[in-house]
């Protein structure tokens, strides 16, 4: 049943963000930016860890997970130390993440060159 809930998360975020995209004149950037806060809003009333349970991995994959994983930190890491846990706790289930999209984005660009 796992993937069945997984394909069906996945696709309906897929299937939000091309309405969305094909219906408005906005931009996949504001797109992405709309799903990030939506992740870190569902994530703050702890919905999303409800649809984590119940989609496992398909939960995950999408860009929502990434707000829910900055908010997610903030939350747990200000429980411990405060306030200022709110800004250190936001990188710390994101840095693996945002340290490989520069990796992998500074070692394309070595072997990719633009065309213009």
Same mark, same amino acid.
């Given at each position: 049943?796992?993937?069945?809930?997984?394909?069906?998360?996945?696709?309906?975020?897929?299937?939000?963000?091309?309405?969305?995209?094909?219906?408005?004149?906005?931009?996949?950037?504001?797109?992405?930016?709309?799903? /990030?806060?939506?992740?870190?809003?569902?994530?703050?009333?702890g919905?999303?860890?409800?649809?984590?349970?119940?989609?496992?991995?398909?939960?995950? /994959?999408?860009?929502?997970?990434?707000?829910?994983?900055?908010?997610?930190?903030?939350?747990t890491?200000?429980?411990?130390?405060?306030? /200022?846990?709110?800004?250190?706790?936001?990188?710390?289930?994101?840095?693996?993440?945002?340290?490989?999209?520069?990796?992998?984005?500074? /070692?394309?660009?070595?072997?990719?060159?633009?065309?213009?």
């Open positions: 049943m796992y993937i069945l809930y997984s394909f069906l998360f996945c696709g309906t975020i897929c299937l939000i963000a091309e309405l969305i995209l094909d219906n408005t004149k906005l931009t996949p950037g504001h797109i992405t930016s709309i799903f /990030v806060i939506t992740g870190a809003f569902l994530d703050t009333f919905i999303y860890d409800f649809f984590i349970m119940k989609c496992g991995g398909g939960a995950l /994959v999408p860009i929502t997970s990434f707000g829910h994983s900055l908010i997610h930190g903030a939350l890491k200000a429980e411990t130390t405060g306030f /200022v846990g709110l800004l250190m706790g936001m990188f710390d289930l994101t840095a693996s993440g945002i340290t490989s999209a520069i990796i992998f984005a500074f /070692v394309f660009t070595l072997f990719f060159k633009p065309k213009d």
